[in-house]
């Protein structure tokens, strides 16, 4: 069974630094690995897409690595700003494509 | 096109009556995701479509819940006699697999409020 932790649960930085975002999965045959955003009460936004046969994407002030033979990827984020501030989730897509997801990290960036 | 729509946004409603939400994904999309999110948690995984068939139904639901995808389109998903501890968001997403498994497109959700 495919369980997806982030580590932090919660992380408040002041506005200009860098900072990583870490997502952990327990089965590596997956076919894809997701970034979302989440905004309170909102939906979930995508941010970056990783295939298997991939090792990283980029998006902007954002890069997502995926490592699927230790089963960790890490999302960086560049210059933040105060309107990154959000909750960021990962998300695995496994065999038949089901998709399951972390409990995600709370971002704060404070001005 | 413009993307995954839910119906209701917020739903209120009493203990014991039955609720169903919709879902309209994106038109080409064969995939279908319901996920069920409480505050400060993840998206929890309730179940999936592909096309009109469905894939699997998570153990943590109950027969109270169901959920259809008539001719492969929107969707539908049920609550039977709603309790307290079904408050929670309901999401639905979308996506497009062929060769490779394709990018999730969320709706806003609905939020059930149980009362």
């Known amino acids: 069974k495919q369980e997806v932790t982030q580590i932090p649960a919660a992380l408040s930085v002041p506005e200009g630094e860098n900072l990583v975002l870490n997502c952990s999965f327990t089965?590596?045959?997956?076919?894809?690995l997701q970034w979302f955003r989440q905004d309170p009460g909102k939906g979930l936004t995508s941010l970056l897409l990783i295939q298997s046969s991939q090792r990283e994407q980029t998006s902007g002030r954002l890069n997502a690595s995926l490592d699927k033979s230790s089963g960790r990827s890490t999302l960086y984020i560049a210059a933040s700003q105060p309107g990154d501030s959000a909750t960021y989730l990962c998300a695995v897509t496994g065999l038949w494509d089901k998709v399951i997801f972390g409990p995600g990290t709370s971002l704060s960036v404070i001005p | 096109d413009t993307g995954v729509s839910q119906n209701p946004r917020h739903k209120i409603t009493k203990r014991g009556q039955n609720v169903t939400f919709r879902c309209d994904p994106i038109?080409?999309?064969?995939?279908l995701y319901w996920y069920r999110q409480t505050l400060g948690q993840g998206p929890e995984f309730l179940t999936y479509f592909q096309n009109e068939a469905q894939l699997e139904k998570s153990r943590l639901l109950s027969d109270r819940f169901s959920a259809e995808r008539p001719k492969g389109s929107f969707s539908t998903l049920e609550i039977q006699r709603t309790e307290q501890g079904d408050s929670a968001m309901y999401l639905c997403?979308?996506?497009?697999?062929?060769?490779?498994?394709?990018?999730?497109?969320f709706g806003s959700g609905t939020q059930l409020s149980v009362l």
């Open positions: 038109s080409e999309h064969n995939r």
């Open positions: 997403a979308s996506s497009l697999s062929e060769v490779y498994s394709g990018e999730l497109f």
């Open positions: 089965d590596s045959a997956i076919y894809n």
